[in-house]
T-cell receptor, first 113, second 110 residues
Framework: GAGVSQSPRYKVAKRGQDVALRCDPI?????LFWYQQALGQGPEFLTY????????KSGLPSDRFFAERPEGSVSTLKIQRTQQEDSAVYLC???????????FGPGTRLTVL | RKEVEQDPGPFNVPEGATVAFNCTYS??????FFWYRQDCRKEPKLLMS???SGNEDGRFTAQLNRASQYISLLIRDSKLSDSATYLC???????????FGKGTSLLVTP
């Protein structure tokens, strides 16, 4: 079946612009995660949804970052007033109810100029 | 201090060699451990879970030492296709999100 998909795959933004990154999890996966991966680093946890409920947003680096999953399927990560330090790959992952493996999407590579 | 520490390498080994990676974790209450593999500019993919008794999957063996809080991955008879970054992963306190190490880069050469 289809895996986790993310769009766009690449995004270039000017500093100060708002961006929206989309994640389509695997059908039937109730858990959805966002991670940020800077160059040469491992992924860092940003936020977690169980269905439409955002249960943990402790990893969001600032209040410029906002995530939603209104119908419990597709999720959007929004970054307002982007800064150069936001440049990274943003990975979305989903996992089935029985867990624990997380399946990752291909990521969105964000470059802020 | 990061919760999961790995030697970033790179490890350059010839085909057929045996190579071992270690990682240490700081939270003694951690219960679940994994190795993920990440190819260049690709997403991480689960390689194997790590069980207390140690486990093997073909050429790959994972070990957990709870007393010393370290995890190891052994790759025997390395193949060119094993070239990738290997990420050591521990479940966060929450029990659902993952803590990743920086990754160890492996290059297998002909």
């Amino acid at each position: 079946g289809a895996g986790v998909s993310q769009s766009p795959r690449y995004k270039v933004a000017k500093r100060g612009q708002d961006v929206a990154l989309r994640c389509d999890p695997i059908s039937g996966h109730v858990s959805l995660f966002w991670y940020q991966q800077a160059l040469g680093q491992g992924p860092e946890f940003l936020t977690y949804f169980q269905n439409e409920a955002q249960l943990d947003k402790s990893g969001l680096p600032s209040d410029r970052f906002f995530a939603e999953r209104p119908e419990g399927s597709v999720s959007t990560l929004k970054i307002q007033r982007t800064q150069q330090e936001d440049s990274a790959v943003y990975l979305c992952a989903s996992s089935p109810p029985q867990g624990p493996e997380q399946f990752f999407g291909p990521g969105t590579r964000l470059t802020v100029l | 201090r990061k919760e999961v520490e790995q030697d970033p390498g790179p490890f350059n080994v010839p085909e057929g060699a045996t190579v071992a990676f270690n990682c240490t974790y700081s939270n003694s209450a951690s219960q679940s451990f994994f190795w993920y593999r990440q190819d260049c500019r690709k997403e991480p993919k689960l390689l194997m879970s790590v069980y207390s008794s140690g486990n093997e999957d073909g050429r790959f063996t994972a070990q957990l030492n709870r007393a010393s809080q370290y995890i190891s991955l052994l790759i025997r008879d390395s193949k060119l296709s094993d070239s990738a970054t290997y990420l050591c992963v521990v479940y966060r306190d929450s029990g659902y999100a993952l803590n990743f190490g920086k990754g160890t880069s492996l290059l297998v050469t002909p």
